[in-house]
């Protein structure tokens, strides 16, 4: 009865965090004034920007370290995977993360680069004359560690400690921020509340969000969909679709085709010869697509391949990879 109690308070207490999310749609008056922007980006989880941003109720294994920690907390084995996402203006954006089981405590590492030549770039100061720099304008990294555990083995708990070493044109800035994540599984995982704070720390040195998001699970399909809101920004909201093929239909391994719808503001027409206006996504900025794959058998290996791609209009379109290792 004690478990019941619990599970049913803190339903509540998720029901009541979504609905002051939606309440707070007004744009902040502090829009853009956060630093390490980049942290936005979603690296390292690319079956979250396939699917809309809507990972927080979803998140698991070593994609969970980049976007919710709690999804790390069902894990049962070691995972190693290593992930690149390209974004634009040739900025290059990679990550590794790692999973250790220790008894009941999921524990977890990753690391980040974020790098963008100085070539890729015109470069002005102030007064708007081109600046000459050589080497790279972007060198960001983000190493962190995570810890997360099941309770009544329904409820995931997670929390993250973040290193943030920002390089930007020899401008550096060194910072922590935090991430405590929450998953409550219901009707044998059918369906899943998610709720965490992401980069909890100095509002003026990171982006804080809050997440809240609800994901339906069956055989053949997951529909997800989740609310943030940043210090820095309006409420977003993104919606997800994942059409699942099982393993017994094509006897070689678990197939996902996934597409996403994220709020965010667009950015013009894609240009002439861009992936995005050759398959008609050239008006829109909000529409995501990708697939994904795991076999458990490969070698004696679990292995999967996730593969996200964001259009983004004319800042062009962004590309995401990630590999991982089942040990």
Not at 70 to 81: C, P
Not at 104 to 120: F, K, P
Not at 221 to 237: A, M, P
Request: aromatic share 12%.
């Amino acid at each position: 009865m004690k478990n019941i109690k619990n599970i049913r308070v803190f339903t509540l207490a998720a029901t009541l965090l979504l609905c002051a999310f939606s309440a707070s749609a007004a744009p902040d008056e502090r829009a853009g004034t956060s630093a390490s922007a980049f942290l936005k980006l979603g690296t390292g989880a690319p079956e979250a920007q396939a699917m809309g941003n809507a990972f927080t109720a979803l998140s698991y294994g070593s994609q969970a370290l980049f976007w919710n920690p709690a999804g790390a907390a069902t894990s049962t084995t070691r995972e190693f995977q290593l992930s690149h996402q390209q974004w634009f203006e040739g900025v290059g954006d990679s990550a590794i993360a790692y999973i250790q089981p220790i008894g009941r405590t999921i524990l977890g590492i990753t690391g980040r680069y974020l790098r963008a030549s100085g070539d890729d770039f015109d470069l002005r100061d102030s007064e708007g004359y081109v600046q000459d720099y050589s080497g790279d304008i972007m060198k960001d990294f983000v190493a962190s560690i995570s810890l997360a555990r099941t309770f009544f083995s329904v409820l995931d708990l997670g929390a993250t400690a973040r290193y943030i070493n920002e390089d930007n044109a020899g401008t550096k800035h060194i910072n922590a921020a935090f991430d405590a994540g929450a998953k409550l599984r219901m009707f044998s995982n059918k369906f899943v509340l998610g709720f965490m704070g992401q980069n909890l720390g100095d509002k003026d040195e990171v982006p804080m969000a809050l997440r809240g998001g609800a994901a339906l699970n069956t055989k053949y399909f997951t529909i997800s969909g989740e609310v943030v809101d940043y210090v820095d920004d309006k409420v977003r909201y993104g919606v997800g679709l994942a059409i699942h093929i099982p393993e017994e239909l094509v006897q070689v391994a678990t197939f996902d085709i996934r597409v996403g719808y994220y709020n965010r503001d667009n950015t013009g027409f894609a240009e002439e010869g861009d992936i995005a206006e050759k398959i008609g996504l050239d008006t829109t900025s909000k529409i995501t697509l990708g697939f994904g794959f795991y076999s458990s058998e490969i070698f004696g290996y679990g292995v999967g391949l996730d593969y996200a791609m964001m259009p983004s209009g004319a800042l062009g379109t962004a590309h995401q990879l990630a590999v991982r290792l089942q040990f």
